[in-house]
C-alpha cells in the first residue's frame, strides 16, 4: 500500500514536466472602475425621482438678441476659463478684469494664477474664524474688492506657476476640499480649538493635499523672484486707483457703506452707494471709454438662460419703463435679488437705443452656447439686477466725484 501511495505521488510530481505544462504565474493590471448596470440603476432612479418637473422660463421667440460676440466691440481680455465645481467666480472675474487693466494702462498681456488667490483666501477666511470665536462665515464665495487685500499681503503669481488641479484633472471640483474644511471648523467651534496656527496648519494641509502648496519664488523672464515682488516689480497695480461702486435705496446715497451680503464676509464698508441714475451712467460712459468692468448681481431668474446666451427682464416680471430705484430695492430686500455671481464686461453693443453689454463668465451656463464662455446682458438686466462693480476711478469723471 504505501508502495502505491509513493508511486501516486511522484506521478503528481512529474506530471507537469512529463506534460510540457508552464506553471502559472498571473499578474496584475488597472482597469478603469465602472459597472455599467449599476450606473443605470443611479441614473434611471434619478430620472424617476425628477419626474416631470420643468424650469419655468421666458419664451425667448421674437426677442432680437445677439447671435455672436463678434457684434461687440470689445475690450483685450484673456479667453474665458472654467471655474468647474467650485464657488470661484468672484475671483475668476476680478482676476481677468486685472488682466484686462495691465493690458489697458500698461500693454501688458499676462494670464494670472485664479487658484493662488483662492489658496490664501481660504486661508484668510480661516484665521477670522479664529479669531471671530467661530462667528465669521467660511463659504466658497467672496467679493471683487478682497482680491486686492489678498495680493497685497501674499502676492500673485502666473497660472503656469500655480494650477491647482493635479496632474490629468480636466476641472476644478472643490466640493469635497470644502465640505472637509467646514467640517473641520465646525469640530473647532464645537471644542473650542482656538489656537490660530493649529487651525490654520490644519486648513492648509487639507488645501495642500487637494490643490497643491503654492510657490514661495517663481521665475519670470529668467530672474527669480517671490509673489509679491512680482505683484510690486513687474504687474506694478495702483490698487487705490480702483472703487466699488454699489446702488442700494436702503443704505445712504454718496457715501461708503457695507454691502450686506453673505459674500462680504469681512463687512467691507469701502462700497460707494450711489442712485441708480448715476451706477447705470457709469457703466454706460465707462464702456465707450474703453474701460471694462467687473461686476456682481443675480442670475437666477428667468429672463437668463444659458442656451440663449441672453440675460433679459421679462415684461411679466416689470415693464422697462418702471425699473428703478424702488423695483431695484423691492427686489434686494424680499431676497429675489441675491448676490450670487461674479462676471467681467469686456464688450458693449448698441441696439435700438439700448446698450447690449458682453459678458467674459467662468461659469458653466456660459458654455452651452455657440459663444463659449460668454454671455450677452441687456441694459434693463443689468439695471434690476447687477448690485455692485469694481472699475478704475479713471472712469467716474464727469458723473461722479469720490470724497477725499
Given amino acids: 500500500m504505501f508502495r502505491i501511495l509513493l508511486i501516486f505521488v511522484c506521478i503528481l510530481l512529474l506530471a507537469p514536466a512529463a506534460t510540457g505544462q508552464v506553471e502559472r504565474r498571473d499578474k496584475g493590471i488597472f482597469v478603469d472602475s465602472k459597472n455599467e448596470f449599476w450606473e443605470k440603476i443611479e441614473r434611471e432612479n434619478k430620472d424617476f425621482e425628477k419626474g416631470t418637473a420643468k424650469t419655468f422660463i421666458m419664451d425667448f421667440e421674437g426677442i432680437n438678441i445677439p447671435k455672436s460676440k463678434d457684434e461687440f466691440k470689445t475690450f483685450w481680455h484673456n479667453d474665458p476659463v472654467t471655474q468647474g465645481n467650485s464657488g470661484m467666480c468672484w475671483c475668476f472675474s476680478t482676476t481677468s478684469y486685472f488682466e484686462s487693466e495691465l493690458y489697458r494702462t500698461s500693454g501688458k498681456k499676462v494670464k494670472l494664477s485664479e487658484l493662488y488667490t483662492v489658496y490664501w483666501e481660504y486661508v484668510e477666511k480661516a484665521r477670522r474664524f479664529v479669531q471671530k470665536l467661530g462667528h ?53 467651534k464645537a471644542n473650542k480649538i482656538w489656537n490660530e496656527q493649529e487651525v490654520l496648519n490644519t486648513i492648509k494641509s487639507i488645501l495642500n493635499y487637494y490643490i497643491g502648496e503654492p510657490p514661495t519664488v517663481i521665475t519670470v523672464s529668467g530672474k ?13 497695480i495702483n490698487f487705490d486707483d480702483y472703487v466699488d461702486i454699489l446702488s442700494l435705496m436702503e443704505k445712504p446715497y454718496n457715501e461708503y457703506v457695507v454691502y450686506p451680503v453673505p459674500d462680504n464676509w469681512w463687512f467691507s464698508d469701502t462700497y460707494y452707494n450711489v442712485p441708480l441714475d448715476n451706477f447705470m451712467a457709469i457703466i454706460k460712459n465707462a464702456v465707450r471709454k474703453g474701460f471694462s468692468i467687473v461686476i456682481g448681481g443675480d442670475v437666477s431668474e428667468p429672463g437668463y438662460y444659458s442656451y440663449t446666451e441672453a440675460a433679459v427682464v421679462p415684461t411679466f416680471d416689470i415693464p422697462s419703463e ?5 423695483a431695484r430695492q423691492f427686489r434686494f430686500g ?3 435679488t441675491t448676490d450670487d455671481h461674479g462676471i467681467h464686461i469686456v464688450g458693449y453693443k448698441e441696439q435700438d437705443g ?27 438686466y443689468v439695471k434690476l439686477k447687477i448690485m455692485d462693480f469694481m472699475i478704475h476711478k479713471d472712469a467716474l469723471k464727469g458723473i461722479l466725484e469720490l470724497p477725499e
Fill in 354 to 380: 439700448k446698450d447690449w453689454y458682453l459678458i467674459k463668465d467662468s461659469g458653466s451656463g456660459a458654455r452651452n452656447g455657440a459663444n463659449k464662455g460668454y454671455y450677452f446682458y441687456y441694459e434693463d
Fill in 334 to 336: 424680499n431676497g429675489t
Fill in 322 to 326: 418702471y425699473i428703478d430705484e424702488s
Fill in 136 to 188: 465669521s462665515l467660511f463659504a466658497q464665495g467672496s467679493e471683487a474688492n478682497h482680491l486686492p487685500i489678498i495680493w497685497k499681503k501674499y502676492g500673485i503669481v502666473p497660472a503656469e506657476d500655480y494650477t491647482g488641479l493635479k496632474e490629468g484633472q480636466p476641472f476644478h471640483d472643490h466640493e469635497t476640499m470644502f465640505n472637509e474644511m467646514d467640517s473641520y471648523l465646525k469640530h473647532v
Fill in 224 to 236: 527669480k523672484m517671490t509673489p509679491i515682488e512680482y505683484l510690486n516689480n513687474e504687474l506694478k
